[in-house]
């Protein structure tokens, strides 16, 4: 049960992530979550919606995941280690916050799922 709702809180930022890359980016609000100045963020939004498509794949294997229950188990195992390599990578060439937001949620739930 724990394991399960750290999986769906996992899937929940990243669907956040998805709105904020392919909604949000261009504006006050997309500029502060990222720390954007206007200028680059309008050079960059086609890259952004592209990664927020990306993150959108890593909350749809999530969901699939608790979608078949036991059954997924292994779609769960796999798609949070992408989601903590992912984070791993976006803190060593961002910035260390998405270490905070994306790689601790997913080992926390990682834990709680192999021991489940």
Same mark, same amino acid.
């Given at each position: 049960?724990?394991?399960?709702? %750290?999986?769906?809180? $996992? =899937?929940? +930022?990243?669907?956040?992530?998805?709105? %904020?890359?392919?909604?949000?980016?261009? #504006? /006050?609000? &997309?500029?502060? *979550?990222?720390?954007? #100045? /206007?200028?680059?963020?309008?050079?960059?939004?086609?890259?952004?919606?592209?990664?927020?498509?990306?993150?959108?794949?890593?909350?749809? @294997?999530? +969901?699939? @995941?608790?979608?078949? @229950?036991?059954?997924?188990?292994?779609?769960?195992?796999?798609?949070?280690?992408?989601? =903590? +390599?992912? &984070?791993?990578?976006?803190?060593? #060439? $961002?910035?260390?916050?998405? %270490?905070?937001?994306? #790689?601790? /949620?997913?080992?926390? *739930?990682?834990?709680? %799922? *192999?021991?489940?």
């Amino acid at each position: 049960m724990i394991a399960n709702v %750290l999986v769906g809180l $996992v =899937a929940l +930022i990243h669907l956040y992530i998805v709105y %904020l890359e392919m909604v949000l980016w261009d #504006t /006050p609000r &997309g500029h502060k *979550a990222f720390s954007l #100045t /206007p200028e680059f963020a309008s050079a960059s939004k086609v890259l952004a919606a592209n990664q927020g498509l990306y993150n959108g794949f890593l909350a749809a @294997g999530l +969901i699939w @995941g608790l979608y078949l @229950g036991e059954a997924g188990f292994q779609i769960k195992m796999f798609f949070l280690l992408c989601v =903590a +390599i992912a &984070g791993l990578y976006g803190a060593a #060439t $961002v910035g260390r916050k998405i %270490l905070f937001i994306q #790689t601790v /949620p997913a080992a926390l *739930a990682l834990i709680a %799922l *192999a021991l489940s």
